[in-house]
């Protein structure tokens, strides 16, 4: 158990290392030299540091420890441990990278800088994420909003975010750097989901049916795939119903869509997403297939 718990911390922060490394090269390399904001806690460091001209690595440190030591309560004492160690790498290597190696930014393009420095802000809270950790004190202060007048997570992130845009169209005197960052910021929310969930290459099927026979046999010998059958009634008539429930690859929905509409023109087929399924599902000829299935 001590040697699970030892590997498990030490995986963590070899990811909590890696990410930190990309946030501060996605900072230093393309977003503070172009005075381009990124979400949260790291766009403030950005835009204090332009306005003060102290070192980015240091404001964030200085602005993040304090709030999160006085948000304990809210956290694990692991994840706040782990949390405050992310920002004091995270403040190291950027001003390593900023003060001591001088980095010269990797682009003044406004566009290639907005997006490859989402990209490279995304990998490393991607990375810090997945190493049960965070990097910064905005999640915190959703959570004590969430707590004090009820404004959900979700939302109070997003005015957090927004504020930090706002801002930083305000002190850099352009409204354009401040558009800049908004897609700074979506680029790496993307890449953070892309991390975090997996790549979205399956979708969940519903298909409710009175008659399920023949699409059944067209699913699984067409399609290559298995799936669940559930019984239940309509609603409305009370008429006996059936829905089949599956998995299925991007590639072959329109094949499972025409298969449908000429086996049960009538029935009703719900395609959505999913954020992440586990455990091991088993095809056709019964044997499993192990593997983490996103969607």
Same mark, same amino acid.
């Given at each position: 158990?001590?040697?699970?718990?030892?590997?498990?911390?030490?995986?963590?922060?070899?990811?909590?290392?890696?990410?930190?490394?990309?946030?501060?090269?996605?900072?230093?390399?393309?977003?503070?030299?172009?005075?381009?904001?990124?979400?949260?806690?790291?766009?403030?460091?950005?835009?204090?540091?332009?306005?003060?001209?102290?070192?980015?690595?240091?404001?964030?440190?200085?602005?993040?420890?304090?709030?999160?030591?006085?948000?304990?309560?809210?956290?694990?004492?692991?994840?706040?441990?782990?949390?405050?160690?992310?920002?004091?790498?995270?403040? @190291?290597?950027?001003? %390593? $990278?900023? &003060?001591? !190696?001088?980095? *010269?930014?990797?682009?003044?393009?406004?566009? +290639?800088?907005? /997006?490859?420095?989402?990209?490279?802000?995304?990998?490393?809270?991607?990375?810090?994420?997945?190493?049960?950790?965070?990097?910064?004190?905005?999640? @915190?202060?959703?959570? %004590? $909003?969430? &707590?004090? !007048?009820?404004? *959900?997570?979700?939302?109070?992130?997003?005015? +957090?975010?927004? /504020?930090?845009?706002?801002?930083?169209?305000?002190?850099?005197?352009?409204?354009?750097?401040?558009?800049?960052?908004?897609?700074?910021?979506?680029?790496?929310?993307?890449? %953070?989901?892309?991390?975090?969930?997996?790549? *979205?290459?399956?979708?969940?099927?519903?298909?409710?049916?009175?008659?399920?026979?023949?699409?059944?046999?067209?699913?699984?010998?067409?399609?290559?795939?298995?799936?669940?059958?559930?019984?239940?009634?309509?609603?409305?008539?009370?008429?006996?119903?059936?829905?089949?429930?599956?998995?299925?690859?991007?590639?072959?929905?329109?094949?499972?869509?025409?298969?449908?509409?000429?086996?049960?023109?009538?029935?009703?087929?719900?395609?959505?997403?999913?954020?992440?399924?586990?455990?091991?599902?088993?095809?056709?000829?019964?044997?499993?297939?192990?593997?983490?299935?996103?969607?």
């Amino acid at each position: 158990m001590l040697n699970y718990s030892l590997k498990n911390e030490l995986k963590n922060y070899t990811f909590i290392s890696l990410g930190a490394f990309f946030l501060a090269l996605g900072m230093v390399g393309f977003l503070v030299p172009n005075k381009i904001a990124t979400g949260g806690i790291a766009g403030l460091s950005i835009i204090l540091h332009h306005l003060f001209e102290l070192p980015t690595g240091a404001i964030l440190a200085i602005v993040n420890i304090p709030l999160l030591l006085f948000s304990l309560n809210y956290l694990g004492k692991r994840f706040a441990i782990r949390t405050i160690i992310t920002i004091i790498i995270a403040a @190291i290597f950027i001003d %390593i $990278l900023a &003060e001591v !190696i001088h980095l *010269k930014s990797f682009s003044d393009n406004t566009l +290639l800088s907005s /997006l490859y420095g989402g990209l490279a802000i995304g990998i490393g809270l991607g990375l810090i994420f997945k190493g049960e950790s965070s990097a910064g004190a905005g999640t @915190i202060i959703a959570k %004590i $909003l969430n &707590e004090k !007048i009820n404004v *959900k997570t979700g939302d109070a992130i997003l005015i +957090l975010d927004a /504020l930090v845009v706002v801002t930083a169209g305000i002190v850099f005197k352009d409204i354009e750097l401040a558009l800049w960052s908004l897609i700074s910021i979506y680029v790496s929310s993307k890449v %953070i989901n892309l991390l975090t969930t997996g790549s *979205k290459h399956q979708r969940i099927v519903h298909i409710a049916t009175e008659h399920p026979k023949q699409l059944q046999q067209q699913i699984t010998q067409e399609l290559g795939i298995t799936g669940t059958l559930v019984q239940g009634n309509d609603l409305y008539s009370s008429k006996h119903k059936n829905i089949i429930f599956i998995v299925v690859d991007n590639s072959k929905i329109n094949t499972l869509k025409n298969f449908v509409k000429l086996s049960a023109p009538n029935a009703l087929m719900v395609v959505m997403e999913a954020t992440e399924m586990l455990g091991s599902s088993r095809n056709i000829n019964g044997k499993p297939d192990k593997r983490k299935l996103f969607f």
